[in-house]
T-cell receptor, first 110, second 116 residues
């Protein structure tokens, strides 16, 4: 079983749509959670951290469910520029190693 | 402020040859990390430096890989001898403090290594 699992997609949505991604993680001791965004052939960039209480940054909302060990990302009012791969990332055991999911590809169409 | 830089951006070598990848972290970042993504797989941690010291090298696949960070500035990752399965994208990242304390890791653009 992978440590962090994501649906690879692709998710094809029209502009303006709302889309949600989930990921599950296997290490119940994991301390920190993130969503990274990666454009084609570019480096991963931090989109947002995920907190237990849930957090929002503009059109993006992230939630964490520790009991079920899953993390979600909701994107409202999708823009063409949101097209990218979204990586679910976990920091297990409060160390410094990041554990990545395989990524979910989003394609926003006009 | 300059971001994390990596050199070369792309390297094509034959099986059995040696390749050295370089990473220059963001100035002032003591923490430096190497990750790699091989074909069809997720990005995997290789190792972590704090200044010139290896803090965690649990992700290094085997002894054909050697990472150094002399002087605690830039880092090199040498693969010797390269094998076909080493092909992939090697990312370097740096952070000002420990990730476990909430510091963000900033990634470089990666080196795409192709072993033929």
């Amino acid at each position: 079983r992978k440590e962090v699992e994501q649906d690879p997609g692709p998710f094809n949505v029209p502009e303006g749509a709302t889309v949600a991604f989930n990921c599950t993680y296997s290490n119940s001791a994991s301390q920190s959670f993130f969503w990274y965004r990666q454009d084609c052939r570019k480096e991963p960039k931090l989109l947002m951290s995920v907190y237990s209480s849930g957090n929002e940054d503009g059109r993006f909302t992230a939630q964490l469910n520790r009991a079920s060990q899953y993390i979600s990302l909701l994107i409202r009012d999708s823009k063409l520029s949101d097209s990218a791969t979204y990586l679910c990332v976990v920091n297990p055991n409060a160390g410094n190693m990041l554990t990545f999911g395989g990524g979910t590809r989003l394609m926003v169409k006009p | 402020e300059a971001g994390v830089t990596q050199f070369p951006s792309h390297s094509v070598i034959e099986k059995g040859q040696t390749v050295t990848l370089r990473c220059d972290p963001i100035s002032g970042h003591d923490n430096l990390y190497w990750y790699r993504r091989v074909m069809g797989k997720e990005i995997k941690f290789l190792l972590h430096f704090v200044k010139e010291s290896k803090q965690d090298e649990s992700g290094m696949p085997n002894n054909r890989f050697l990472a150094e960070r002399t002087g605690g500035t830039y880092s090199t990752l040498k693969v010797q001898p390269a094998e076909l399965e080493d092909s992939g994208v090697y990312f370097c990242a740096s952070s000002q403090g420990q990730t476990g304390e909430g510091y963000e890791q900033y990634f470089g653009p990666g080196t795409r290594l192709t072993v033929t």
